[in-house]
């Protein structure tokens, strides 16, 4: 799971958001709600709401003061910081409320920024030193988590950083627009933010802060152990696989740092750590939990080593060997599975009982909790939530889908855990009873009889978990995918209606609600925001909407996309403008970008070049401008100049539509079919041979793309459906290209009944629609049973919501109405199906059309 998404559920039940939205979350701090000061002015920024003498002036970069604080003494840093700045007419800014400040310091939030309270913005060297030595007194005896992108000053709360002080952007290394600073040339350059201090190379450093830096490096404390390689990282600390340097001993060290990597009680990372290190104690000699070696302190941080246990996670585990990601499951396949499922459980519960008895509760079971070794051995890791067993408490963090809900209480914890993770062996779908928890019947029902689980082997998962939550007893919230044979105009309408309903014209960051990106790349793109949903909207056949094109054409003008792609920057935004007539703002933005293109040095059709120059041969069709054509031309041909130097494969695969060659390929494709050039073939032929080199052939005779372990991916953005559905463009034109010969391969890919997600790029929706175009270039029974098995598989992911039908986005956490991710990608191709044409994304070939061979077929 992609830990930052639980950042973004704090604000909302239903859908992803930034944290300090809701009124509740909104109480400021006692400063906050204190008259703006005579002569001041104030304004929001974000998640900060910053202060300066009003018509002040500063410098535009430069050292900038940090002031870090705890839950406990927050208020008074914050009024003591704020009065010393107002004194001095001291520009600074600070987080609105302690809900902000837990998010910031909470154990997945961005490890570059976490730590800060307020930041103050002095006019120079000469004041940044006076500050420093005055603050550092008032402030004398207070704590604060480490700052891990500054420098410390002394031991206190204070830290320093050079960087911008107003907001300046240039582009970036893909031409997407980022925070800049002037270099020594006055040219603006990344304001480069990472978890370790750092300089830019023409700043030197003030006299008086060179005492700090040497500090900074040496800290008087050696660590005993070599880390041979870091197994994971939070905002909280690490965990790492090392080497005891008395003895060689192979060890796990896992890192706590002090005030940081809070959870919703706002007990830190140390805390959680030396209950780990208790429990361990009180676990000694339990099988399966590991040997406690020592605790240790160095410098500030504190550290736990233990027994490294052998395996991987149960959730690998699963990933390797669910039969129902084959795609041809047989009923040895089966059985085999459900066997060894159910000896894992049985040791699971083994251990747990273990650990009851010895009075405690491990309170944190989950899949990536539980190690599986080459002999279906288990154990368990990560103990730092167990607890009393006779308190009456449940831990304040937990695994979505495995946490126990509110009422249950000790004992009760590990037991509904338990039984969660039962359902998730058979039917990993856990996450999605958060949003709806009416479906765990169907779940239960399915699991048992696709597996031919024992005749009331799933009846305590059932008691447990309607017990835990119930909602999970309500039979009458059924979505229309529930029925038998659904109506499919009615589920199409349905979409429509909530996909509408969620829409909030009020607000400025978004308009419609869908993944965590949009608020990174902002509420206007194709992938995430406004665009691709209004688009959608427009495409299957449900209406413009002036409202709503004007908050799309507002957001534009007050924030341009910081990026120059199609689906993550103003492209995509282009591409709607334009299609919905508005020219003129389109046009702006292609001034605007055009200078930065020759930065781009992606090639994906994503947010690089591919997807710019298709846009721009759309934009030549639709306007009959051979500017736009010439320009994509000239994007081809560098295209084509980097695709003869692309580095080999490396560990992880990055093939598919929008992260691979494929994006490359189905430009080469549209430009032949312009131009009539065959090179613009074989191009394309080279492009897909090179996405095919990061997948892997599996002896269930699939072709997927590589994940960098024992998974492979099969889908539209990365995986096999990305690559099939441009092979079956090149095909139209050239059936004998060598790329072509792995179409089947790709397709048997695409068969399993299993798919995690149910969205357009990583997920089912993506999945269907590529079996759909395949299926009409080609009939195929077993490609008519998958779309159909698909079809009715959507059912599993459909959520009620306001009376209409709606899908989670990824990690299935909160609902979306994005095109990548939620509602509006299964709109879209779903309408794509029922209409006969597949052109579920701009640029495909609308499939009703006959294929023109303008140029005579290549040869060898």
């Known amino acids: 799971m992609d830990m930052r998404y639980e950042a973004y559920c704090l604000a909302d039940p239903l859908f992803y958001d930034r944290t300090g939205r809701s009124d509740s979350e909104r109480v400021a701090f006692r400063f906050g709600r204190k008259p703006v000061p005579a002569g001041w002015e104030k304004h929001e920024v974000g998640l900060w709401t910053a202060l300066k003498p009003t ?34 007419q001291i520009p600074f800014k600070f987080l609105q409320n302690r809900t902000v400040l837990v998010a910031q310091n909470s154990k997945y939030a961005k490890r570059s920024s976490s730590g800060k309270l307020l930041t103050i913005y002095p006019s120079g060297e000469a004041q940044l030193q006076v500050v420093i030595d005055e603050l550092s007194e008032l402030l004398s005896g207070e704590q604060g988590p480490y700052i891990l992108s500054d420098l410390r000053c002394g031991t206190g709360p204070l830290y320093v950083r050079y960087g911008g002080f107003t907001q300046r952007l240039c582009p970036g290394p893909n031409g997407e627009l980022v925070l800049a600073i002037e270099n020594a040339e006055g040219t603006l350059v990344p304001d480069e933010r990472r978890p370790v201090f750092s300089v830019p190379e023409w700043i030197s450093v003030p006299d008086f802060l060179q005492p700090h830096i040497e500090a900074r490096k040496g800290n008087g404390d050696t660590l005993p152990y070599q880390v041979k390689s870091p197994l994971h990282f939070s905002n909280g600390g690490g965990v790492y696989l090392a080497r005891r340097l008395v003895d060689d001993q192979q060890v796990v060290l896992k890192e706590a740092r002090p005030f940081a990597g809070l959870d919703a009680e706002g007990t830190d990372a140390v805390t959680r750590l030396h209950r780990e290190r208790d429990a361990l104690r009180t676990l000694a000699g339990i099988p399966g939990v590991p040997r406690l070696y020592e605790d240790f302190t160095v410098w500030e941080h504190h550290f736990l080593a233990m027994q490294h246990m052998p395996g991987g996670t149960l959730g690998a585990w699963q990933a390797a060997n669910y039969p129902l990601v084959d795609p041809r499951p047989g009923e040895a396949e089966v059985a085999g599975y459900r066997g060894r499922a159910l000896a894992i459980l049985a040791q699971v519960e083994r251990i747990i009982g273990a650990i009851h008895e010895r009075g405690l509760v491990f309170g944190d079971l989950h899949p990536n909790n539980v190690l599986v070794d080459d002999e279906d051995r288990v154990s368990l890791i990560d103990f730092e939530l167990a607890f009393d067993a006779e308190l009456k408490r449940r831990p304040a963090l937990g695994a979505p889908g495995f946490a126990a809900p509110a009422g249950r209480v000790g004992r009760e914890v590990d037991l509904h855990a338990l039984q969660a993770l039962r359902l998730f062996l058979f039917l990993p779908l856990n996450r999605m009873l958060l949003l709806a928890p009416e479906k765990l019947d169907h779940y239960v029902s399915v699991a048992g009889a696709r597996f031919g689980l024992p005749a009331g082997e799933l009846d305590e998962v059932r008691t447990t978990l309607y017990r835990d939550n119930p909602r999970a007893a309500e039979h009458g919230a059924n979505t229309l995918l529930d029925e038998e044979k659904p109506d499919w105009s009615a589920v199409r309408s349905s979409l429509v209606r909530a996909i509408l309903a969620s829409a909030t014209p009020q607000r400025e960051d978004r308009l419609f609600p869908g993944d965590i990106e949009t608020f990174t790349s902002g509420g206007t793109t194709f992938a995430h925001g406004a665009a691709g949903v209004l688009h959608t909207l427009a495409a299957v056949g449900a209406g413009r909407f002036p409202e709503y094109e004007q908050w799309l054409i507002d957001a534009v003008r007050r924030e341009a996309p910081r990026r120059p792609g199609f689906f993550n920057g103003a492209h995509g935004v282009v591409h709607v403008l334009e299609q919905f007539g508005h020219s003129e703002l389109a046009d702006e933005l292609l001034a605007e970008y055009a200078p930065v293109l020759h930065t781009v040095h992606d090639h994906s059709l994503f947010g690089g070049l591919s997807g710019i120059a298709l846009n721009l041969l759309d934009l030549a069709d639709r306007r009959r401008d051979n500017d736009f054509r010439d320009q994509a031309l000239l994007l081809g041909q560098r295209l084509a100049d980097k695709l003869s130097l692309a580095a080999p494969p490396g560990p992880r695969g990055r093939a598919g539509l929008c992260a691979g060659w494929s994006g490359p390929a189905l430009l080469f494709v549209r430009l ?50 990305g690559i099939a559905l441009v092979l079956g463009e090149l095909s139209d034109h050239l059936p004998e290209a060598r790329s072509v010969e792995s179409l089947p391969g790709l397709h048997t890919a695409l068969l399993p009944e299993f798919v995690i997600f149910p969205g357009l790029l990583a997920g089912r929706a993506g999945v269907l629609a590529t079996l759909h175009r395949a299926r009409q270039r080609t009939p195929d029974a077993e490609l008519d049973a998958a779309v159909s ?14 009376g209409e039908l709606a899908f989670p986005g990824t990690e299935l956490l909160r609902l979306s109405m994005d095109l990548a991710t939620g509602t509006a990608g299964v709109l879209r191709v779903l309408a794509g199906i029922q209409d006969g044409h597949g052109a579920f994304l701009p640029f495909l070939r609308d499939q009703r059309q006959p294929v023109k061979r303008e140029v005579p077929l290549l040869q060898g």
Request: glycine share 10%.
């Open 55 to 88: 018509g002040a002036t500063g410098p535009g970069q430069g050292w900038k003061i940090h002031v870090s604080a705890t839950l406990e003494n927050c208020e008074r840093v914050l009024e003591l910081t704020a009065e010393y700045c107002i004194r001095r």
């Open 672 to 721: 032949f079919e312009r131009t009539g050039e065959p090179e613009w073939l074989r191009l394309a032929d080279s492009a897909l041979l090179r996405d095919l080199d990061e997948c892997v052939q599996r002896p269930n005779g699939t072709v997927q793309v590589r994940d960098g372990g024992l998974r492979t991916l099969p889908y539209l953005e990365v995986g096999s459906a």
């Open 789 to 802: 098995t698909h079809l009715r598989r959507l059912g599993w992911h459909s959520v009620s919501y306001q």
